[in-house]
C-alpha cells in the first residue's frame, strides 16, 4: 500500500484537506500547522475535525504529516526566539491531541555560529520541555541539507538529538530525499548503502515519514531548493526506487515540489505508476 500526498493549505481546515487529497488520488497529505511567521494558528473547529476523521476512516488514509513553521528556531542564541519555537511547538501539540495518532515534523534549527553541538543539546532541551507521556503525536525531526548552520544535516546529528530525549518513543524522523542529496547521501548511486546508513546510525524504525522531492543541485551542494519530480538532480528513477524499497514501506510520503494542485495530481498519478506493490 501507497501513501502519497502533497503539501496543502490549511486555510480551509481539516476536512477541506482530506477533500483536496481525495481529488488528486492522494491518501495522506502534509500542511503547516500556522503561517511561517508563526503567527496564531487557527482555532480547532470540533466539527471540522469530526468531518475530517470521519472522511479519513471511510476513504483509509493514512496518518498525515503537521509541519511546524520553518522560521522557528530551538537553537537560537537569543533565548526569546528559542522560548517562541518552544511556546509554538507546545501550542501545536496541544491543538494536534484532537486529532490523535499523527505527526508533527520540524526543522531541527541553526546553531548560528554557536556550533553543532551547543544546536544539539538545545533541540534535545526543547523537545524535552514539550514531550509528554501521554501526548499520542510523534514529533519528527526533518533530516536537512547541512544549509548555512543547520543541524540535522547529518544521520549522527539526529542520532544525538534522539539520545538526549528522554521519552524516546515521540521522536521519530522525517526523510526529505531533496534534503539528503543536497547533504551528500549519494541515493541516486548508493540508495541501498544511504538506507543502510540511516539504519545504523539512527534506526529505521524512527523513520516515520518522507519527503519525496527532487533537487534543483547537485548531490553534496548544501543549497535545499526543490524541483519537480524527474526534473532535478535526483531524477524519476530514483525516487521510483525510494518508494519501492523494501525497507522503506508503510510510511507516507509527500511531495513538496513547486506544483499547484494540479501538478500534484500529475506526479502522484506518475509515482502511483512507479510503484510495484499493491496501489
Ligand atoms: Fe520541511
Ligand atoms: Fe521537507
Ligand atoms: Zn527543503
Known sequence: MLFIGCHLSSAKGFAAMAEDALKINANTFQFFTRNPRGSRAKAIDPKDVAAFLSMSREQGMGVFVAHAP???????????????ALQTMADDLARME???????????????????????????????????????????????????????????????IIDRV???DKVGV?????HIHDAGYDI??????????????????RLKAIHLNDSLNPCGSHKDRHAKIGEGHIGL?????????????????????????????????????CFHGEA
Open 166 to 168: 528522554e521519552l524516546k
Open 188 to 205: 541516486v548511486h548508493n540508495l541501498n548503502g544511504v538506507i543502510e546508513g540511516f539504519d545504523r546510525v539512527v534506526g529505521l524504525g
Open 70 to 84: 520553518y522560521t522557528l528556531n530551538a537553537c537560537s542564541k537569543e533565548e526569546h526566539t528559542r522560548e517562541f
Open 174 to 178: 522525517c526523510l526529505d530525499t531533496c
Open 237 to 273: 528513477e530514483a525516487l521510483a526506487n525510494v518508494i519501492n524499497h523494501p525497507k522503506l514501506q508503510g510510511r507516507p510520503v509527500c511531495l513538496e515540489t513547486p506544483n499547484d494542485l494540479s501538478g500534484y495530481a500529475h506526479e502522484i498519478a506518475l509515482l502511483r505508476g
Open 98 to 160: 484532537y486529532l490523535p495518532g499523527n505527526l508533527y515534523n520540524f526543522h531541527p534549527g541553526c546553531h548560528v555560529g554557536q556550533g553543532a553541538q551547543a544546536g544539539i543539546e538545545m533541540i534535545a532541551e526543547l523537545l524535552n520541555k514539550i514531550l509528554k507521556p501521554e501526548q499520542q503525536t510523534t514529533v519528527l525531526l526533518e533530516t536537512m541539507a547541512g544549509k548555512g548552520t543547520e543541524v540535522g544535516g547529518t544521520f549522527e546529528e539526529l542520532r544525538q
